[in-house]
């Protein structure tokens, strides 16, 4: 074990979908989730007795089926619903100290899609579902927790607008609500899914990837018939001598999963996400090694050697730069790390370049066996 350097990020990458997100339409602050005057009627007294006769436990499970705006709802029935729902802890963590990640998926509208239970389970799961690296996001669309280097790099984060899908599987508007849609924060603001998720339903529905590409394949055959179409007509009217302007022909995008598409959209419907212990009762978004970042940002870097989402070169410095850690981790990466071991001086150069990093605080092994 050795000692190092660390900081939090005070702002996460700007690729990811941030609490804040659109600055040119700021909208005034929504009160959610206001419980109305209490009302004492005979009939709602009635079902608040019959609801207080329910063990908590039970109400507690009923609960955590819900997502989180149906909750809201019932709180705004009356003080007795408020109360109930209020004490139910993973709801009220989850309000409390992961805000902003629901702000986040209000914003996309996809909030109504899980239910608490499961989004508590990641908000207490500390690693990220794709690999073994602590994971400071999540990402939206199947509600897993992730990494950065995972949302970079695997397939099973592409995303592709939900238009294009519909067409390259052959989907119907039938089947929409299989679909995790994610609206686009940013203009245009279009939905997108999942690829995996879509390619999944394309084969249910179809039989076999196989007959999803046949489908697929008569989909483009009817879009170059509509597209010809035009000029068929224009050519037509030309042999009679009648004067009108020739038609702009479009392009046909057949492929919306080509490298550059699927890249482009990565990491558009990933949100930052805390961990909670539930053992130490602590809150841990995630810790930076300084070195790292500092190599990283200096230009320090001479490992080109890996492809990236798009076919280009991708430095295995980049993905060290933006790893997080659990704290307790960090011990443990600073004994192996490159970085470290050049012994950087952090005091020169450019720090913080990109503007999401915070103030740097020593990290010791726990035993106090520090190299």
């Given at each position: 074990?050795?000692?190092?350097?660390?900081?939090?990020?005070?702002?996460?990458?700007?690729?990811?979908?941030?609490?804040?997100?659109?600055?040119?339409?700021?909208?005034?602050?929504?009160?959610?989730?206001?419980?109305?005057?209490?009302?004492?009627?005979?009939?709602?007294?009635?079902?608040?007795?019959?609801?207080?006769?329910?063990?908590?436990?039970?109400?507690?499970?009923?609960?955590?089926?819900?997502?989180?705006?149906?909750?809201?709802?019932?709180?705004?029935?009356?003080?007795?619903?408020?109360?109930?729902?209020?004490?139910?802890?993973?709801?009220?963590?989850l309000r409390s100290l992961a805000s902003d990640t629901i702000h986040v998926m209000e914003a996309v509208e996809c909030v109504s899609y899980f239910p608490v239970r499961r989004l508590f389970a990641e908000f207490c799961?500390?690693?990220?579902?794709?690999?073994?690296?602590?994971?400071?996001?999540?990402?939206?669309?199947?509600?897993?927790?992730?990494?950065?280097?995972?949302?970079?790099?695997?397939?099973?984060?592409?995303?592709?607008?939900?238009?294009?899908?519909?067409?390259?599987?052959?989907?119907?508007?039938?089947?929409?609500?299989?679909?995790?849609?994610?609206?686009?924060?940013?203009?245009?603001?279009?939905?997108?899914?999942?690829?995996?998720?879509?390619?999944?339903?394309?084969?249910?529905?179809?039989?076999?990837?196989?007959?999803?590409?046949?489908?697929?394949?008569?989909?483009?055959?009817?879009?170059?018939?509509?597209?010809?179409?035009?000029?068929?007509?224009?050519?037509?009217?030309?042999?009679?001598?009648?004067?009108?302007?020739?038609?702009?022909?479009?392009?046909?995008?057949?492929?919306?999963?080509?490298?550059?598409?699927?890249?482009?959209?990565?990491?558009?419907?990933?949100?930052?996400?805390?961990?909670?212990?539930?053992?130490?009762?602590?809150?841990?978004?995630?810790?930076?090694?300084?070195?790292?970042?500092?190599?990283?940002?200096?230009?320090?870097?001479?490992?080109?050697?890996?492809?990236?989402?798009?076919?280009?070169?991708?430095?295995?410095?980049?993905?060290?730069?933006?790893?997080?850690?659990?704290?307790?981790?960090?011990?443990?990466?600073?004994?192996?790390?490159?970085?470290?071991?050049?012994?950087?001086?952090?005091?020169?150069?450019?720090?913080?370049?990109?503007?999401?990093?915070?103030?740097?605080?020593?990290?010791?092994?726990?035993?106090?066996?520090?190299?």
């Amino acid at each position: 074990m050795a000692s190092g350097t660390a900081y939090r990020c005070m702002q996460p990458d700007n690729a990811v979908l941030n609490f804040d997100p659109d600055p040119y339409q700021r909208r005034p602050p929504v009160v959610q989730y206001r419980a109305p005057p209490k009302r004492t009627s005979r009939r709602h007294a009635r079902s608040a007795l019959s609801i207080c006769r329910l063990p908590v436990e039970i109400l507690h499970e009923i609960l955590l089926d819900l997502d989180l705006i149906s909750i809201g709802t019932l709180r705004e029935v009356d003080t007795i619903m408020r109360r109930v729902a209020d004490s139910l802890p993973p709801y009220s963590l989850l309000r409390s100290l992961a805000s902003d990640t629901i702000h986040v998926m209000e914003a996309v509208e996809c909030v109504s899609y899980f239910p608490v239970r499961r989004l508590f389970a990641e908000f207490c799961h500390p690693y990220c579902r794709t690999c073994r690296d602590f994971g400071p996001f999540l990402y939206l669309p199947t509600l897993t927790r992730s990494c950065y280097k995972c949302n970079l790099l695997r397939p099973e984060y592409e995303l592709a607008p939900l238009a294009e899908v519909f067409f390259r599987f052959g989907l119907e508007a039938q089947v929409l609500e299989s679909l995790s849609a994610i609206r686009k924060i940013n203009p245009p603001r279009y939905w997108l899914v999942d690829l995996a998720q879509a390619k999944a339903l394309g084969r249910r529905i179809h039989g076999n990837s196989r007959a999803t590409k046949q489908v697929h394949k008569a989909r483009v055959k009817l879009r170059e018939i509509d597209y010809e179409r035009p000029i068929w007509q224009f050519e037509r009217t030309q042999s009679r001598d009648i004067q009108c302007k020739r038609p702009w022909r479009r392009l046909i995008n057949n492929s919306p999963s080509t490298a550059v598409a699927v890249g482009s959209w990565r990491l558009e419907a990933t949100a930052a996400f805390p961990y909670w212990d539930r053992k130490t009762q602590t809150l841990e978004p995630g810790a930076y090694c300084r070195a790292c970042t500092y190599q990283w940002e200096q230009g320090n870097i001479n490992d080109w050697r890996r492809l990236g989402p798009v076919g280009g070169s991708y430095p295995l410095s980049k993905e060290a730069a933006y790893r997080a850690f659990l704290e307790a981790d960090l011990p443990e990466h600073f004994l192996h790390c490159p970085a470290v071991k050049a012994n950087y001086s952090f005091r020169t150069g450019r720090m913080g370049s990109y503007g999401w990093d915070g103030p740097d605080f020593i990290v010791h092994p726990k035993n106090g066996n520090s190299i």
